[in-house]
């Protein structure tokens, strides 16, 4: 973006591309901004090439400047340009189609055994693991018997290093759609049915000539959740999948197709173990499992920790780039600093926005996107990935608020909410249904509050009926399952049901979570 520049998802891109040795094609869009500032972008471009350790062939790539809107492209950036009137320069896409024609190569057919790298998985419960890639090499065909080579460094693998198996179904793409094929060669993407364990990275060759191509590494998790089956008084009203049979056979049924994912059983009862490559990672699964009518609860995210050769704890870091105004820079790096972030970068473009990029912990980001979102008034920006794994960073602050706790069953009152919500903020609305332990708000101060949302006005027949005065509700907070695992503390837990995301301490019972913060405090003391 000739505006916004390098964005973190641009750089992990990038940085897979320029691994495999590919030679980039930069073309710098949005040159019609108002804001855009495409030799600025250039520079930063430049910059994100050095960083990723680009090749001297791969740092001379054509630069190009469009204008998608207008559909043009330009070699070299014109002097001036007055977007939308008759001195707007005229031209096409020609210079990008051309860029393209000058700088990729053609595809190469080699002629040969045939040899394929494993790129991505399919699952179906009929044939089990569907492996899918590109053939790189001579021909295959259905029923035809391949290896399969363990994933490792290139070149040819003695026999008995690998395990050989029937192609029971070979399938093309056309669109969308997948078809069954009898044949295909090198160049086409296919997918191969009947391959028992294989997994990505992984090389199908012809057993003849095993030869292994480069594989694919998948990166490993760094954080992970507790699944749970769901317990509360509301369990089974929603969903159609309850029980932690089901639950668990959902839950390894996706690592079959999702080889970043993690699952293991636990010691506690109907308990699970999950592990992704982030909370966007797992809240997708979650968000899948909801609709399909699975009911449970989520414990809060904790980070995967490592230990390194010489006994340090080691944990995951993130890339943080922030985008605030020049009024906010203030408030973004006093919330920031006692969550272990160091800042990398800043930058002013002058327009009012600062750009600002951190290395910060993973769990010092958990809960940040909410109090982000209300520092900034909903104008600020904020993108993160996984950069690397350091030392541990010590002890983080966590939530500085309370929650408001039903200490009753029934359904919320309006009269009840209306006096809460000098409180706090409210998460429920008039009618929807609460139980005991479920959190119904936050609370304005630290610390827990426990009350009864379902408490109504009591009238009697002395009183006028025009005497009641109106109740006028705050819009309610709406918990949405991203929101909710960056919100809850360690005793809370996400009932996520097919109709609802719900807040609930995991003591349900006002007298057991008294009993448990006494054995804490004292444990503390």
């Given amino acids: 973006d000739a505006a916004e520049g390098p964005m973190p ?5 990038t940085r897979k591309a320029l691994a495999l040795g590919l030679k980039p094609i930069v073309a710098i869009n949005k040159i019609d901004r108002g804001d855009a500032e495409p030799l600025r972008v250039h520079d930063e471009v430049l910059e994100l090439f050095l960083d990723l350790e680009a090749s001297q062939e791969q740092i001379d790539a054509p630069f190009l400047y469009t204008s998608s809107r207008y559909g043009v492209a330009f070699a070299e950036l014109p002097a001036l340009i007055r977007w939308g009137t008759d001195e707007a320069p005229a031209g096409d896409l020609r210079p990008l189609f051309e860029a393209i024609i000058a700088a990729v190569p053609p595809p190469a057919t080699p002629e040969g055994p045939f040899q394929m790298l494993v790129s991505t998985l399919d699952h179906s419960p009929y044939v089990g693991r569907i492996g899918i890639g590109r053939v790189e090499r001579g021909k295959v065909r259905q029923g035809q018997t391949v290896a399969l080579l363990p994933w490792g460094e290139p070149g040819l693998v003695p026999e008995g290093a690998f395990t ?13 759609a997948r078809v069954e094929i009898e044949e295909a060669s090198a160049g086409e993407i296919v997918a191969l049915s009947g391959l028992e364990g294989i997994e990505i990275g992984q090389t199908v060759t012809d057993p003849a000539t095993p030869e292994r191509l480069a594989g694919i590494l998948v990166e490993e998790p760094t954080i992970t959740v507790d699944f749970s089956v769901n317990n509360g008084p509301f369990a089974g009203r929603d969903g159609r999948f309850v029980t932690s049979r089901q639950v668990r056979e959902r839950l390894y049924r996706e690592v079959e197709r999702n080889v970043a994912l993690r699952v293991e059983d636990t010691d506690a009862p109907d308990t699970f173990k999950v592990s992704g490559r982030g ?15 699975y009911e449970f609860l989520v414990s809060r995210p904790r980070v995967i920790t490592r230990e390194a050769v010489n006994g340090e704890l080691l944990e995951p870091y993130e890339e943080l780039l922030i985008d605030v105004g020049e ?18 970068d800043m930058k002013n473009p002058g327009h009012g926005t600062v750009r600002l990029a951190f290395r910060i912990p993973s769990r010092g980001l958990f809960g940040y996107r909410s109090e982000f979102l209300t520092d900034t008034r909903g104008t600020g920006v904020m993108h993160h990935r ?10 983080l602050e966590g939530r500085t608020r309370g929650v408001m706790v039903s200490m009753i069953e029934g359904a919320a009152v309006a009269f009840a909410l209306f006096n809460l919500q000098e409180r706090g903020s409210l998460f429920v609305r008039p009618g929807d249904p609460v139980y005991e332990g479920m959190v119904v708000g936050e609370h304005c101060r630290s610390g827990d509050l426990d009350v009864n949302p379902t408490k109504g006005k009591r009238l009697t027949n002395m009183r006028a009926s025009g005497s009641d005065e109106a109740v006028l509700l705050e819009p309610a907070r709406d918990i949405t399952l991203e929101v909710a695992l960056e919100y809850i503390e360690d005793d809370e837990l996400i009932e996520v049901t097919p109709a609802a995301v719900r807040l609930r301490k995991r003591a349900l019972g006002m007298s057991e979570r008294k009993k448990l913060a006494r054995a804490a405090r004292a444990a503390a003391d």
């Avoid at 998802?9 to 891109?13: E, I, K, S």
């Avoid at 029971?168 to 056309?174: K, R, T």
């Avoid at 996984?386 to 002890?395: H, K, N, T």
């Fill in 9 to 13: 998802q641009t750089r992990f891109v």
């Fill in 164 to 176: 050989t198996a029937k192609v029971a179904q070979l399938h093309g793409f056309e669109g969308l």
């Fill in 279 to 293: 909370e966007l990672h797992l809240g997708i699964l979650m968000e899948t499992m909801r609709r399909e009518g």
């Fill in 327 to 344: 009024d906010l820079v203030g408030i973004v790096m006093e919330k920031l600093g006692p969550r272990r972030a160091e800042m990398t």
């Fill in 386 to 395: 996984f950069l690397e794994y350091g030392p541990w960073a010590g002890p």
